[in-house]
């Protein structure tokens, strides 16, 4: 997967500024992670990030982290 491939704009919604310095697996994966999410999901995902700002860490989030669990368990 190019990084065309994986476009975070396609997706409508934020993406913290430090995801996008991240290595091209990381990135493949948030943004795997990301497209995934429903609409409950996306919503809990956009307040984590208003409220915690530059602070809120998506490899370090729950969701996320459950959500790579559920991947390497497969």
């Given at each position: 997967?190019?990084?065309?491939?994986?476009?975070?704009?396609?997706?409508?919604i934020k993406i913290p500024?430090?995801?996008?310095?991240?290595?091209?697996?990381k990135k493949r994966e948030?943004?795997?992670?990301?497209?995934?999410?429903?609409?409950?999901?996306?919503?809990?995902?956009?307040?984590?990030?208003?409220?915690?700002?530059?602070?809120?860490?998506?490899?370090?989030?729950?969701?996320?982290?459950?959500?790579?669990?559920?991947?390497?368990?497969?």
């Amino acid at each position: 997967m190019s990084e065309e491939e994986y476009n975070f704009e396609t997706l409508n919604i934020k993406i913290p500024p430090l995801v996008h310095s991240y290595p091209l697996e990381k990135k493949r994966e948030i943004f795997n992670y990301l497209s995934e999410l429903d609409d409950h999901h996306k919503k809990a995902y956009e307040i984590a990030i208003d409220h915690l700002g530059s602070s809120f860490n998506i490899c370090r989030s729950t969701g996320f982290i459950s959500w790579k669990k559920t991947k390497q368990t497969k």
